[in-house]
């Protein structure tokens, strides 16, 4: 799997803190989500295995309320079943 690296000097200098941090907590809050859906599939994102318990059906985008601001969420949808974000 390949890991995104972000050039925080350069992200940092581009934008005022609060949106530097309302990204900060929207990309984080994503990856965990990544993180819990593939707990409960048995499976990352790209990963094929035939033990997989369940698989990812598309998004449905909301806005969450955070002290940064608001920020949008892509909450992932699965197959079988519901997910809903523990730290939500």
Same mark, same amino acid.
């Given at each position: 799997?390949?890991?995104?690296?972000?050039?925080?000097?350069?992200?940092? +200098?581009?934008?005022?803190?609060?949106?530097?941090? %309302?990204?900060?907590?929207?990309? =984080?809050?994503?990856?965990?989500?990544? /993180?819990?859906?593939?707990?409960?599939?048995?499976?990352?994102?790209?990963?094929?295995?035939?033990?997989? +318990?369940?698989?990812?059906?598309?998004?449905?985008? %909301?806005?969450?309320?955070?002290? =940064?601001?608001?920020?949008?969420?892509? /909450?992932?949808?699965?197959?079988?079943?519901?997910?809903?974000?523990?730290?939500?």
């Amino acid at each position: 799997m390949t890991e995104t690296m972000i050039d925080l000097p350069s992200v940092i +200098a581009k934008s005022d803190d609060t949106d530097f941090l %309302r990204n900060l907590i929207q990309d =984080a809050a994503q990856r965990l989500m990544d /993180i819990e859906v593939a707990a409960v599939c048995g499976a990352r994102h790209d990963e094929r295995r035939p033990d997989r +318990a369940n698989q990812r059906n598309g998004y449905l985008p %909301r806005q969450w309320d955070t002290r =940064a601001g608001t920020t949008g969420l892509n /909450i992932l949808k699965l197959r079988k079943g519901s997910y809903f974000p523990t730290f939500m």
